[in-house]
């Protein structure tokens, strides 16, 4: 089983960096970081001309997180920053109080 060390992320912004959006990475994942850094140049060549200004990075992902419903978030900062990380959101749970009898009784 082949586990996931690093994502590859590619941001394409305007000029005033008003709008920006996650780039289709050539090779998206790697096994190690050192990899994707690795690739990081030849992916960025492939999208030079198409967007004002892009940005890339490897993002480090943890292991534990790969059987977990983990998210990529992003921001490109005002000067030209671009920070990511990868995280699991918190779960909530609901739960009834009543019991079992009490939600099929009926009023008279």
């Known amino acids: 089983m082949e586990h996931i060390a690093a994502l590859l992320l590619i941001i394409g912004c305007s000029d005033d960096l008003a709008q920006c959006r996650e780039l289709p990475a050539p090779v998206p994942v790697f096994e190690t970081v050192e990899e994707c850094e690795g690739e990081l140049p030849v992916s960025l060549g492939?999208?030079?001309?198409?967007h004002p200004q892009i940005f890339a990075q490897c993002?480090?992902?943890d292991p534990a997180l790969e059987e977990e419903d983990a998210e990529l978030a992003w921001d490109v900062k005002p000067?030209?920053?671009?920070?990511?990380?990868?995280?699991?959101?918190?779960v909530m749970v609901a739960s009834n109080s009543k019991s079992k009898d009490d939600r099929y009784s009926t009023q008279e």
């Open 46 to 50: 492939s999208f030079t001309g198409q």
């Open 59 to 61: 993002v480090t992902v």
């Open 79 to 90: 000067d030209g920053t671009l920070v990511a990380s990868i995280s699991v959101p918190d």
